[in-house]
T-cell receptor, first 117, second 114 residues
Framework: GAVVSQHPSWVICKSGTSVKIECRSL??????MFWYRQFPKQSLMLMAT?????????EQGVEKDKFLINHASLTLSTLTVTSAHPEDSSFYIC?????????????FGDGTRLSIL | AQSVSQHNHHVILSEAASLELGCNYS??????LFWYVQYPGQHLQLLLK??????LVKGIKGFEAEFIKSKFSFNLRKPSVQWSDTAEYFC????????????FGKGTRLSVIA
């Protein structure tokens, strides 16, 4: 089945560091990928929709200059958390949908746990 | 905008008990509905989905869900749970048009005890 690979799985870094998270669709092409954030014991909150070859669409309240998204190819989207601070510590999950209509399921990566000291 | 409500935060059941997890959504248009499961330490996996046709859909591992349009509901059921069903369950919805992302409920943690 379709697989989404996310890397790294865990990052611990100092405040002020920028962190890049990669999301790859391994056996299908994804023109659109989605980035979610999940706080402990809470649901997944959509941060942005990443579109191959164009600018990402950010949800209300998500700082586009803080969370830089690049979708340079049909199989790779990256999320860069710039100048990360402790409040950015969270679980970040990427997702990609099988090509086709909106009824196609989204496939999820294993997530990246980001801890900012 | 769509929203999804899952009524139960944490459900504790004994093995072989029947399960029903509630899910309601708010959106006036046509939607696709999904249930995902997240086992401890693993990524989200699709249990089942509904987009058209028979409102009673069957998924993997003996799960099923029924779409009741008049109630804006998509409850998840299983007749007899097993210890291995212990996980977090998420209901999700997206608009049935374009490449719209899933909107998730807060999730329900299911603990099955032997």
């Amino acid at each position: 089945g379709a697989v989404v690979s996310q890397h790294p799985s865990w990052v611990i870094c100092k405040s002020g560091t920028s962190v890049k998270i990669e999301c790859r669709s391994l056996d299908f092409q994804a023109t659109t990928m989605f980035w979610y954030r999940q706080f402990p014991k809470q649901s997944l909150m959509l941060m942005a929709t990443s579109n191959e070859g164009s600018k990402a669409t950010y949800e209300q309240g998500v700082e586009k200059d803080k969370f830089l998204i690049n979708h340079a190819s049909l199989t790779l989207s990256t999320l860069t958390v710039t100048s990360a601070h402790p409040e950015d510590s969270s679980f970040y999950i990427c997702s990609a949908r099988d090509p086709g209509p909106s009824s196609q399921p989204q496939h999820f990566g294993d997530g990246t746990r980001l801890s900012i000291l | 905008a769509q929203s999804v409500s899952q009524h139960n935060h944490h459900v504790i059941l004994s093995e072989a008990a029947s399960l029903e997890l509630g899910c309601n959504y708010s959106y006036g248009g046509t939607v696709n509905l999904f249930w995902y499961v997240q086992y401890p330490g693993q990524h989200l996996q699709l249990l089942l989905k509904y987009f058209s046709g028979d409102p009673l859909v069957k998924g993997i591992k003996g799960f099923e869900a029924e779409f009741i349009k008049s109630k804006f509901s998509f409850n998840l059921r299983k007749p007899s749970v097993q210890w291995s069903d212990t996980a977090e369950y998420f209901c999700a919805v997206n608009r049935n048009s374009g490449n719209t992302p899933l909107v998730f409920g807060k999730g329900t943690r299911l603990s099955v005890i032997a």
